[in-house]
């Protein structure tokens, strides 16, 4: 199955804004690769260059090892599902997949083969004579899929398809186009701004923000090791908490100072700063929410472990079943897993522990991790 690859692709328009910024990546045939970040960042366009809806300002792109920068979109053997797409009114949910094929001149027998592939395989069977307005959502989606996959595409470009949605559905949708993946072959490039469906086994992420690639790699290995603080935001609901914090020796040992708290590193961890001449100066202290515990009032310092934060009550928020407190500390808003105790009014102090172990640390000015490759 054919794969591409993106050379120093980069997109600007004629008033000088720059969206896609020498973007270079490289697409095994087969692959499904998820492109992620927030809205603005570039997705819509770099898959429409890919599509050829819009012209690359400079770089190549390469389809099956073959230079297609220029090619006609029908040239480029992909099929693209667009955010929000509609199937063609007054057409029934059958006509809507033949339709192309026809205006094609396939013949009766192709095309019925290929309605047969893919009724099947999308489970259509009930709704072939359905009319737009009487799907439900997950309907119209299978039966926009359906439009796109008849043709036999080789590569299929989905623009969040899933914008919108509710979360219980979206990744409902995306396991389904996960199986259709498993099933056929074919290799898939889906473009979301929904950061809670990033983490997909079996697929490659590759995060995006201001026209540029800031991680790729497998979903879980990002989420572990995150290069940047915007990689380790996106990647993880709550996102990860981030503090200035201030790096100084205290018996051998380095102690960060942040606000709300303190915490002693790890010896490695303490000995890369000083290696890299952080002590004394301020870095990005970052953990994640689920990585605090809080702790009762009768807890002492000593049975918080290696650190501990404190700030204001502010509310409670669940998020992916689990309950979170958000406080604050000096100016930053903070969030930490809650116990089983909640807080019982805004203003009230929490305190939660923080273990070494689970913290990260990024460089103030380059937002980068501190020893990353």
Same mark, same amino acid.
């Given at each position: ?25 490289v ?7 998820i ?87 999308l ?9 737009p ?35 219980e559905?979206?990744?409902?949708m ?69 503090l200035?914090?201030s ?11 942040? #606000? @709300?708290?303190?915490? =002693? &590193? ?10 890299? %001449?952080? /002590?004394?100066? $301020? ?5 994640? #929410? @689920?990585?605090?515990? =809080? &702790? ?8 918080a472990?290696? %650190?501990? /934060?404190?700030g $204001?009550?502010?509310?409670t928020?669940?998020? @992916? ?20 105790l ?29 020893g990353?490759?």
């Amino acid at each position: 199955m054919p794969g591409l690859e993106l050379k120093n692709i980069s997109k600007s328009y004629q008033n000088g804004r720059k969206v896609i910024r020498d973007f270079s990546l490289v697409v095994e045939g087969g692959e499904f690769v998820i492109l992620a970040g927030p809205e603005g960042c570039g997705k819509t366009t770099l898959l429409r260059m890919i599509a050829g809806l819009e012209e690359i300002t400079s770089g190549t792109l390469l389809i099956d090892g073959e230079d297609m920068t220029h090619a006609e979109p029908r040239e480029r053997k992909l099929a693209m599902l667009f955010q929000n797409g509609v199937l063609y009114p007054g057409m029934s949910v059958e006509e809507n997949l033949t339709f192309a094929l026809s205006m094609q001149r396939l013949s009766q027998s192709e095309i019925d083969e290929r309605l047969k592939e893919t009724v099947s395989l999308l489970s259509l069977e009930s709704i072939l004579s359905s009319m737009p307005d009487q799907l439900t959502k997950a309907e119209t989606y299978r039966a926009l899929l359906g439009r796109a996959l008849i043709r036999r595409p080789e590569i299929l470009l989905l623009d969040r398809a899933m914008s919108g949605a509710e979360e219980e559905f979206a990744g409902g949708m995306l396991k389904e186009f996960r199986q259709i993946h498993e099933q056929t072959g074919i290799t898939v490039i889906y473009a979301t701004d929904r950061e809670d469906t990033v983490r997909m086994p079996g697929t490659r992420l590759v995060v995006m923000n201001e026209g540029m690639i800031c991680q790729e790699g497998e979903p879980g290995e990002i989420y572990e090791n995150p290069s940047c603080c915007f990689a380790a935001c996106f990647v993880g609901r709550p996102p990860m908490n981030l503090l200035p914090a201030s790096a100084a020796l205290e018996n051998g040992r380095v102690r960060l100072s942040f #606000p @709300g708290g303190s915490l =002693l &590193l790890l010896k490695e961890a303490g000995a890369l700063l000083e290696q890299k %001449g952080y /002590i004394g100066k $301020e870095i990005i202290m970052g953990i994640r #929410p @689920g990585d605090m515990r =809080l &702790l009762a009032e009768r807890e002492t310092e000593k049975d918080a472990g290696d %650190g501990e /934060i404190r700030g $204001e009550f502010l509310e409670t928020e669940d998020c @992916g079943g689990r309950t979170y407190i958000r406080f604050q500390t000096g100016e930053y808003e903070t969030v930490g897993l809650a116990g089983a105790l909640l807080p019982e009014a805004a203003g009230e102090t929490v305190r939660f522990s923080m273990a070494a172990d689970k913290v990260y640390l990024f460089d103030r000015e380059t937002k980068e991790a501190i020893g990353a490759a």
